[in-house]
């Protein structure tokens, strides 16, 4: 059984920091590519980051970059988002994702993966 698990979340003034960890288990980890997606109340899910399988090739939305720091360690079967900077336009449930490579579609589609954890919620206060 395949279980993502975020940890990380929690209450942040704005111009501070958050590292979000994702645990797999049940999966070969360093055969799947891994991505952070977002979603804020009334808002659909937006993609937020996302590292290949070796972690060569990442990619960031427009919104985050230069903030936001996605790596992962495959021996440990863990994928991180380190988020600096933070402002009130980026809280919302954080959710890891992991996708196989069996789709033709962009990374930053979020039907492009396979499994995905629960959630953490980050909320930054003004």
């Known amino acids: 059984q395949v279980q993502l698990v975020e940890s990380g979340g929690g209450l942040v003034q704005a111009g501070g920091s958050l590292r979000l960890s994702c645990a797999a288990s049940g999966l070969t980890f360093s055969t799947f590519a891994m991505g952070w997606f977002r979603q804020a109340p009334g808002k659909e899910r937006e993609f937020v980051a996302h590292?290949?399988?070796?972690?060569?090739?990442?990619k960031y939305a427009d919104s985050v970059k230069g903030r936001f720091t996605i790596s992962r360690d495959n021996a440990k079967s863990t994928v991180q988002l380190q988020m600096n900077a933070l402002k009130p336009e980026d809280t919302a449930v954080y959710y890891c994702?992991?996708?196989?490579?069996?789709?033709?579609?962009?990374?930053?589609?979020?039907?492009?993966?396979?499994?995905w954890g629960q959630g953490t919620q980050v909320t930054v206060s003004s």
């Open positions: 994702a992991a996708d196989r490579g069996s789709s033709v579609l962009a990374p930053t589609t979020a039907r492009v993966y396979d499994y």
């Open positions: 590292i290949s399988r070796s972690g060569v090739t990442i």
